[in-house]
């Protein structure tokens, strides 16, 4: 067996970024396709008759039930399979059923589709982290890291200024009328159309080839894959340092997900802007200074490393924690909707930093053959707390803390609170045991065959 995998030369450098370019595409329009309903809140519970907790519950937990569970199995996959298909097959399903989410006419159809959805983008991100790991040596992973994660911000953005044109467009008609379908409203016309890239998506990425692995733990045996157990024992032996590194970054993934979800509908009721106002102005934001935190996010932390900064991923997290904290509550807070715009500048910009550096944290200290499966459970956490608890928390507290849709505004600031503080703390409490974690690493008796490494 050659436990010398890293011999073999990185792809080219431009073929290399080229990857990251079409992967990154596919990240966009998963985000595209997931955020598109924060626009439609309005008219969803309008048509549906439901209330912000069950628009919460469409946004966050009808996608992450199936997005949280297949993501396991699907980690486990792209330790083993060709990651390039796994990815294609998603992207099909994700559009698909998004298309399908038009076809709503209840809470529970709509439920069950973005459901659907879910399970589709189940399979980006561990063989996307995988294969970029695979692609770029250690020193330029965290930027290429930040670029394909900027997907999310440019996604959500895009998802905002596409769905602002779409609903404008749609709702100028009075009927609309598909074939084989009949009439629908303006909003479920938007999941149409916006489920339709991601076809064009899948065509690219098949001209995407499988990377050669490398970072293998030695493990002295004839295929270098881990069983599951001792996948889990190589988690659990590390618990402080990937409980930390997970929550943390989890909560910062909060804190994003509740501003996205329900900053549109704070200006639709606090300030009586349309859909479509709030969607092009915060939609640029979201764009331009989102992307750009996550770029600058990665960079700090490739120049931390630099100075020796082994836990330069938590350091350039709990600057995110702080700055979001402090800009968004102001923000939300202000009478004047300029004011309020000019501020969530600095808070978009710092939810952006820890985008990318929360996986790039999890490929630093993780073996090749379990990677996909640390970045599966890593999204596991997030998700569940992410996508779940960031709509749910400000909608608790909006339907049961002040109990009146209009103070929407305060739930937003005492949710960025809360999760803000928190994510802080546990990123501080989780810097020494990643710094142990990144020394074993490196070691070079980690390189060697060392069963202790993986048994219990």
Known sequence: MNNNNNDVAYPNPVYAWYVVAILFLAYTVSFID??????LIEPIKRDLQINDTMISLLHGLAFVIFYTIMSIPLGRLADKKNRKLIICIGIFIWSFMTAVCGLAKTFWTLFAARIGVGVGEASLSPSAYSMIADYFPTEKRSFAVSL????????????????????????QSSEIILPLIGEIRPWQLTFFIVGIPGLIVVALMSTVKEPYRRDLLAVGTGDNHLSIRATINYLVQRWQ????????????????????TWIPSMFIRTFSWTATDIAYRFGLIVLV??????????????????KGKQDAFFRVAMIAAVGVTGFGVTAVLLPNPTWVLILLVPTVFFLGFAVGTGPAAMNYITPNQIRGQGIAVFYFILNILGLFL???LVASFTDYVFKDPLYLRYSVAAFTILVGTSAFAILWAGMKPYRHSVDEFFSREYKQVNPSIISA
């Open 390 to 392: 960031g709509p749910l």
């Open 241 to 260: 340092t990937y409980t930390t590194l997970i929550i943390g970054f989890s909560l910062m993934a909060t804190l994003s997900y509740g501003f996205f």
């Open 34 to 39: 997931r955020q598109i309903m924060t626009l």
């Open 289 to 306: 200074f989102g992307t750009s935190g996550i770029v600058y996010g990665g960079v700090l932390a490739d120049k931390l490393l630099a």
């Open 148 to 171: 394909y994660s900027m997907g999310i911000f440019f996604g959500s953005g895009m998802a905002y200024i596409a769905g602002g044109a779409v609903v404008q467009m749609a709702s």
